[in-house]
C-alpha cells in the first residue's frame, strides 16, 4: 500500500459518487440515527449489510458532528470498508495493523511503511483540529497495537 491509499480521499463532488448516501434522508430509521449521534455520541446500528452500513456511515458523517472511528475485525476488512466509504463520497484515514515478516516479537522484521503509515496517522490525529481526520477506519488488532 503507498502513501495516497492510506488516506482515501472522497471524489470532489457529490454527483460522482457511485452510491449517494442523501437518498437515506427522511427515512425514520435514518433520521432517529442521525438523532442518537447527536443526543448520545454514541450510535449502533443493526441489520446492515455489505456496503450498506458504509452508505449509512457516510451520510451520518455527512450530517452529524464529530470524529468517527470505525473498527473492523481484520485489516482486509478495513481497507474494503474504506473503499466503500470512497463509493459513497467519503475519505477516511486508513489505520494500519503493524505487520511483522517473521514470527514472534523480532522488531527488526517489521516493516518500515507499515510503521510510518501509523506514525503518520497517530501524528494526525495529535495534530491541531482543523488537521484531524474526521473519519478513521481501522481493524481492531490495529487500535491494540502500540505505537509505532
Same mark, same amino acid.
Given at each position: 500500500?503507498t502513501?495516497?491509499?492510506?488516506?482515501r480521499?472522497?471524489?470532489?463532488a457529490?454527483?460522482?459518487?457511485a452510491?449517494?448516501?442523501?437518498?437515506?434522508d427522511g427515512t425514520?430509521?435514518?433520521?432517529?440515527l442521525?438523532?442518537r449521534?447527536?443526543?448520545?455520541r454514541?450510535?449502533a446500528?443493526g441489520n446492515?449489510?455489505?456496503s450498506?452500513?458504509?452508505?449509512?456511515?457516510?451520510?451520518?458523517?455527512?450530517r452529524?458532528?464529530?470524529?468517527?472511528?470505525?473498527?473492523?475485525?481484520?485489516?482486509a476488512?478495513?481497507e474494503?470498508f474504506?473503499?466503500?466509504?470512497?463509493c459513497?463520497? %467519503?475519505?477516511?484515514? &486508513?489505520?494500519? *495493523?503493524?505487520?511483522? +515478516? $517473521?514470527?514472534?516479537d523480532? =522488531?527488526?522484521l517489521?516493516?518500515?511503511?507499515t %510503521?510510518r503509515?501509523? &506514525?503518520q496517522? *497517530?501524528?494526525r490525529l +495529535? $495534530?491541531?483540529?482543523?488537521? =484531524?481526520p474526521?473519519?478513521v477506519?481501522?481493524?481492531?488488532?490495529?487500535? &491494540?497495537?502500540p505505537?509505532p
Open positions: 500500500m502513501d495516497t491509499e492510506a488516506l480521499p472522497a471524489p470532489p457529490a454527483e460522482e459518487a452510491l449517494d448516501p442523501s437518498r437515506l425514520p430509521a435514518f433520521e432517529a442521525v438523532e449521534s447527536t443526543r448520545d454514541r450510535v446500528a446492515l449489510w455489505g450498506s452500513q458504509a452508505l449509512v456511515l457516510a451520510r451520518l458523517v455527512q452529524a458532528q464529530g470524529p468517527w472511528l470505525v473498527v473492523l475485525a481484520t485489516d476488512e478495513a474494503l474504506a473503499d466503500d466509504l470512497a459513497c463520497g %467519503v475519505g477516511s484515514e &486508513l489505520f494500519p *495493523a503493524r505487520e511483522s +515478516a $517473521g514470527d514472534g523480532d =522488531r527488526s517489521v516493516d518500515p511503511d %510503521v503509515r501509523r &506514525l496517522v *497517530a501524528q +495529535a $495534530g491541531p483540529p482543523e488537521r =484531524r474526521r473519519l477506519v481501522g481493524s481492531l488488532l490495529a487500535l &491494540l497495537q505505537l
